[in-house]
């Protein structure tokens, strides 16, 4: 199965701040790459999908780039309703699999 | 407005067999599929099996000796059977409508899940 290895595992942030996060893949997925967002005690929301494309009604503060190996979410202008656990998702090979997530806490 | 909604025990003998509904409303079965996720507590994601619109199924290779989904179409339901259930299955358990942008389908809309402890 295609491993999805996200980086770092948490993140200790303030609002306003510019975030940075990872995600690798252990084989080429192309752009076939989502990310989604779950704040604590809810459903996944997806954010972006192929890689950079914002899904409906995300805030443009939410940047997602990269492609073959490679991905980034950036967080621009960090909000405190953005505080969650981010997770990508590779679709390119069956069958579908996770990152394991990056959690985004205040500092 | 598009709904989706888990149902079924909250806790299961290690052994036995897990039986999960997901009622749907606002869209047609025949016009979308449902995956279902699951997610181990304080764990990731695991994609586990789609029922595609036109009926067929994929599963996800590590689950498939033990997992079935099937759906009735009248009633706007589909179901999750997994047998052999272990403590590891333990879990929150998603059905997902799949949603197409780009050629590919995407998790739009997520129910609200439903936690399953297995108990051995």
């Known amino acids: 199965n295609t491993v999805m290895s996200q980086s770092p595992t948490s993140m200790f942030i303030s609002v306003g701040d510019r975030v940075t996060m990872n995600c690798k893949a252990s084989?080429?997925?192309?752009?076939?790459v989502d990310w989604y967002q779950q704040k604590t005690g809810q459903s996944p929301k997806l954010l972006i999908y192929?890689?950079?494309n914002r899904y409906t009604g995300v805030p443009d503060r939410f940047t997602g780039s990269g492609s073959g190996t490679d991905f980034t979410l950036t967080i621009s202008n960090m909000q405190a309703e953005d505080l969650a656990l981010y997770y990508c998702l590779q679709y390119d090979f069956n069958p579908r699999t996770f990152g394991g997530g990056t959690k985004l806490e205040l500092k | 407005q598009v709904q989706l909604k888990e149902s079924g025990p909250v806790l299961v003998q290690a052994s036995e067999t897990l039986s999960l509904t997901c009622t749907v409303s606002?869209?047609?079965?025949?016009?979308?599929?449902v995956i279902w996720v699951r997610q181990p507590p304080g764990k990731g994601l695991e994609w586990m099996g789609i029922m595609w619109r036109n009926g067929n199924t994929d599963y996800n290779s590590a689950l498939k000796s033990r997992l079935s989904i099937n759906r009735d179409t009248s009633k706007s339901q589909v179901f999750l059977k997994m047998n052999s259930l272990q403590t590891d299955d333990t879990a929150i358990y998603y059905c997902?409508?799949?949603?197409?942008?780009?050629?590919?389908?995407?998790?739009?809309?997520w129910g609200q899940g439903t936690l399953v402890t297995v108990s051995s």
């Open positions: 997902t409508r799949a949603d197409y942008y780009d050629g590919y389908y995407h998790f739009a809309y």
């Open positions: 192929g890689a950079s």
């Open positions: 084989q080429n997925v192309g752009t076939n």
């Open positions: 606002g869209f047609s079965l025949t016009n979308y599929g």
